[in-house]
Each structure stands twice: as C-alpha cells, then as structure tokens.
C-alpha cells in the first residue's frame, strides 16, 4: 500500500506563494487520480481543490482556478501544488490524496495559515 506525506506547509503574508510536496512511497504511475484537498479551521469537511489524471488532465475548483497549479511527476512518485496569490481564506489544512474514483488513500495533511 502507498503512503502519501505532505510537506512544504507554513505561514505566509496575503499575496504570497507557497508550493506544497507530496511524496509517495512507491510508485504513482498506476493511480488515476490525485488530487489535493483542504480543510478550513471549524469546517467538518474537506474541500476538493485540485486533481490531476494520469493521462496529465487537470481540474480546479472555482475558489483557486487562477491561483493554484497542480502537477504529478511520476517519475518521482510526487505531486506539487504551486499556491500563489495566497489569500486568508486559503488557510486550511491541505491534503494529498490518490485513488481510481474517491480518494482511498490519504496523507496526513499539512498546515497552510495565511496572515499578516
């Protein structure tokens, strides 16, 4: 089974970048879908925010479109998610998570506080 870790997270003024890692343990050449998910403080579910396929298609929800890049590189068996333009409401909790329809493996996340 794959393992997903996340890294790259921290705090970071309005208006700034971050690019969050997520690194798996073996091979992401055969999983369809990652994609990178958050969730806001006080807000019980996690928000789908960008996915890639493998045959490189990419989506993005209305809230980031603009403003975010996802990418995989297989060859690394990571996925990258280039924020800019960073706002307060994108402080959450961020996720990777891999699957061939819902997500059925998780990382465990990592903070994204944006504030000045």
């Known amino acids: 089974q794959v393992t997903l870790v996340e890294s790259g997270g921290g705090l970071v003024q309005p208006g700034g970048s971050l690019r969050l890692t997520c690194a798996a343990s073996?091979?992401?050449?055969?999983?369809?879908?990652l994609a990178w998910h958050r969730q806001a403080p006080g807000k019980q579910q996690r928000e789908l925010i960008a996915g890639v396929l493998s045959d490189g298609t990419t989506e993005y929800a209305d809230s980031v479109r603009g403003r975010f890049t996802i990418s995989r590189d297989n060859a690394k068996n990571t996925v990258y998610l280039q924020m800019n333009a960073l706002k307060p409401e994108d402080t959450a909790v961020y996720y990777c998570?891999?699957?061939?329809?819902?997500?059925?493996?998780w990382g465990r996340g990592t903070q994204v506080t944006v504030s000045s």
């Open positions: 998570a891999g699957g061939s329809g819902l997500p059925s493996i």
């Open positions: 073996g091979s992401i050449s055969s999983i369809l879908a």
